[in-house]
């Protein structure tokens, strides 16, 4: 089964700063990644995928990329940071094994201060 | 454009009473949809989804969900509702090609002792 490992699990962000989210999945291969972000611990947004190293579809405009270095790998960047990028942000993948089912991992947790 | 609605923001059950949590959808063609639940702080965990076939789908920890197409529904139950299942739920529909989701905004559940 897959494993999705996220880190850091909670970071506070001065206004201006960058960032950086990392995400890698284990027990797959060739997997579909996605980065979503959910605001007031309600709604999930759609903010990236990915369907290969160096792919990226952008879902939303707005001050946040990503990236795909390595197959299992999936970044979330910003050059600075505004007070609206706090939220809580999963990443997801469809691995090849799993059929239509998206699985989630823990989350990071983003204050931005 | 696909769609899906909760319409209830919370409900609330006494332990061992039945439990529904409303869902409807809105799609172009064939629907593939999901329920996921959410803890405090953590990320989405996989109930159940349908794809096709029997309208009844049975999930995890003993939730079922009922597809139903004249009235474009996918109430996600289940039969003796437990302390420990009070948490975050979403439905969700698959959007187009890769697998997307788009989200509900999500029904608290809470199970009272």
Redesign the interface.
């Known amino acids: 089964s897959q494993t ?1 490992h996220q880190w850091p699990a909670t970071l506070v962000q001065p206004v201006g700063s960058p960032l950086s989210l990392e995400c890698t999945v284990e027990g797959t291969s060739n997997p ?1 990644l ?1 980065w979503y972000r959910q605001a007031a ?4 947004q ?1 903010l990236f ?1 990915s ?1 290969g190293i160096g792919q990226i ?1 952008s ?1 939303v405009p707005q001050n946040l990329s990503a990236s795909r270095p390595q197959d299992r790998q999936f970044i979330l960047s910003s050059k600075k940071l505004l007070l609206s990028d706090s939220g809580f942000y ?1 990443c ?1 993948t ?1 691995g090849v094994s799993s ?9 990071s ?1 983003l204050t931005v201060v | 454009a696909q769609s899906v609605a909760q319409p209830e923001d919370q409900v609330n059950v006494a332990e061992g009473n039945p439990l529904t949590v409303k869902c409807t959808y809105s799609v172009s063609g064939n629907p ?1 949809l ?1 329920w ?1 639940v959410q803890y405090p ?6 109930l159940l ?1 349908y ?1 096709t076939g029997d309208n009844l789908v049975k999930g995890s920890y003993g939730f079922e969900a009922e597809f139903n197409k004249s009235q474009t529904s996918f109430h996600l139950k289940k039969p003796s509702a437990l302390v420990s299942d009070s948490a ?1 739920y ?1 439905c969700a529909v ?1 959007d187009g090609g ?9 029904t608290r559940l809470a199970v009272h002792p």
């Open positions: 999705i579909n996605y611990g309600r709604g999930l759609l995928y369907v579809s879902e999963l997801a469809r059929g239509n089912t998206i699985y989630f991992g823990e989350g947790w | 593939y999901f996921y702080n953590r990320g989405l965990q996989f989804k794809i975050l979403f698959r890769y697998n997307k989701l788009i989200f509900g905004a999500g």
